[in-house]
């Protein structure tokens, strides 16, 4: 089975007493999970190491950065690199988030050379795409995501795409309480995944894990999660309460 994902973006919330709270409050949970499932916690950069060491012994629960820069090394004032993350055990990391996209103008190039950066330090990449609700009124989600993707990974040979997650989240539905309906996110996904067919063939394409972000709450991860082509979500607001990450964790197929 593809690898299912509950992805928690706290995104700049939290202090560091509130973020440590937070998360032993969900890992004492004891949610155990399958081999197909992972747990990331997407936390602020000086929050990592602490949260490395949360989840070292707790089996598919990992950190997750945010963000890196799209150059390796050198004078970038302020600039958190892929190799950084992956020296101190991180693994994963969040490119081209829509807010990222929008604040710091990145553009479908830099996310490239973040992408390339990622890999080639072992850091997966936890690519996300989605348009905005005037595209999506016009009708032209489908160009502008395959545009995003084609931009931004498809110089990629099939063994490097095959590390990668994508998260496809509608501006319209983040920080919204505008939940995409579960027939508007598995149209989408099952869209991502035959442009990821075209591209590198069905095999792989159906290994790479999609998953939805925008609004994900407690009370409709389930159904979400249920649909073919949703492996999991990248979680924002309901990830910063305990009870309904949780939930939305136990959600996962
Ligand atoms: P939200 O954020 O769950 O608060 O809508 C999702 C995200 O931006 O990743």
Known sequence: MRKQIAAANWKMNLTFQ????????????????????????????P????????????????????????????????????????????????????ERREFFNETNSMLMDKVNLCLENHVIPVFCCG????????????????????????????????????????????GTGKTASSAQAQEMHHFLRSVLADQYGTAIADEIPILYGGSVKANNAKELFSCTDVDGGLVGGASLIAQDFIEIITALK
């Open 47 to 98: 929050y990592l190491l602490m949260t490395r060491s949360e989840v070292e012994e707790e089996p598919n629960y990992h950190g997750a950065a945010q963000n890196c820069y799209h150059k390796s090394a050198g004078s970038y004032t302020g600039e958190v690199s892929a190799e950084m993350l992956h020296s101190i055990g991180i693994n994963y990391c969040i490119i081209g988030h829509s």
């Open 131 to 174: 348009e905005s609700l005037p595209v999506r009124d016009a009708g032209r989600q489908n160009d502008f995501v395959a545009s995003q993707l084609s931009g931004s990974l498809f110089h990629l040979p099939a063994d490097k795409i095959k590390m990668i997650m994508i998260a496809y989240e509608p501006i319209w539905a983040i």
């Open 18 to 45: 509130e973020a440590e709270k937070l998360l032993d409050d969900i890992l004492d949970a004891g949610i155990k999970l399958t081999d197909h499932q992972e747990v990331l916690f997407a936390v602020p950069y």
